[in-house]
């Protein structure tokens, strides 16, 4: 089915993005706005819309089909414009599926190990360069702190020395992000393209009135 090959693809993302996610903002100037991000991997090229208002996320994915993800409060809310309807699942998910391996420990004291020093400027801000590796791949990102703290996903019990917590409170947008297995391959690039400071209407964090609830434990019972 279509529908469940772009909303496996966007989960791919979700998780993905969780990488960074931060769980507390301690007042920093939150990024309020919108960043458009070319997303690549597996041979396949997507754009993605990254809305963010507070701790209030909108993505809108445009591949085969249009899906949009929210992320309000506790909730993850998948939306399928094209049938008017939307799936819901707890946050705490993603949490839940990185419980199944065992992470290694960070502290912000290690943040430094991350920041190789090098500098460049992308979509005309000063971005930092950082390398983060383990066991299984490496990511590199590019990052600037000239536009506030941007709120990823958050992975609610992801526990306190994470890498997801050493990065907490970094006040950075990613700019580039670039993931690699332990073989060097690149597997997935996500490259802001645009920019934009603007006001978020609350209504785009809402599910529309006429959108009905989508059962997901029928769907993935179905032969």
């Given at each position: 089915m279509k529908n469940v090959k772009s909303i496996s693809a966007i989960l791919t993302l979700i998780f993905f993005i969780a990488l960074f996610s931060g769980n507390n903002i301690f007042g920093q100037k939150t990024f309020e706005g919108k960043i458009k991000y070319k997303l690549t991997g597996g041979g396949k090229t997507a754009v993605m819309d990254y809305f963010t208002k507070g701790k209030n996320i909108r993505v809108e994915v445009n591949d085969v089909e249009k899906v949009v993800m929210?992320?309000?409060?506790?909730?993850?809310?998948?939306?399928?414009?094209?049938?008017?309807?939307?799936?819901?699942?707890?946050?705490?998910?993603?949490?839940?599926?990185?419980?199944?391996?065992?992470?290694?420990?960070?502290?912000?004291?290690?943040?430094?190990?991350?920041?190789?020093?090098?500098?460049?400027?992308?979509?005309?801000?000063?971005?930092?360069?950082?390398?983060i590796t383990d066991e299984n791949n490496t990511v590199e990102l590019w990052a600037t702190k000239e536009l506030g703290n941007f709120f990823f996903l958050e992975a609610p019990d992801g526990g306190e020395k994470s890498i997801q917590s050493a990065f907490n409170n970094m006040g950075f947008v990613p700019m580039i992000i670039i993931s690699k297995n332990k073989a060097g391959k690149e597997e997935m690039k996500m490259e802001a393209t645009e920019i934009k400071k603007m006001s978020i209407e609350s209504s785009m964090f809402d599910v529309p009135g006429n959108y009905k609830e989508f059962d997901m434990k029928n769907m993935f019972n179905q032969e």
């Open positions: 929210i992320m309000k409060g506790k909730d993850i809310l998948i939306l399928m414009p094209g049938q008017k309807m939307y799936m819901k699942f707890p946050s705490d998910m993603m949490s839940k599926k990185g419980n199944n391996t065992e992470e290694k420990e960070f502290s912000p004291e290690d943040l430094p190990k991350f920041k190789t020093g090098k500098s460049k400027k992308i979509n005309g801000y000063n971005c930092d360069q950082y390398i």
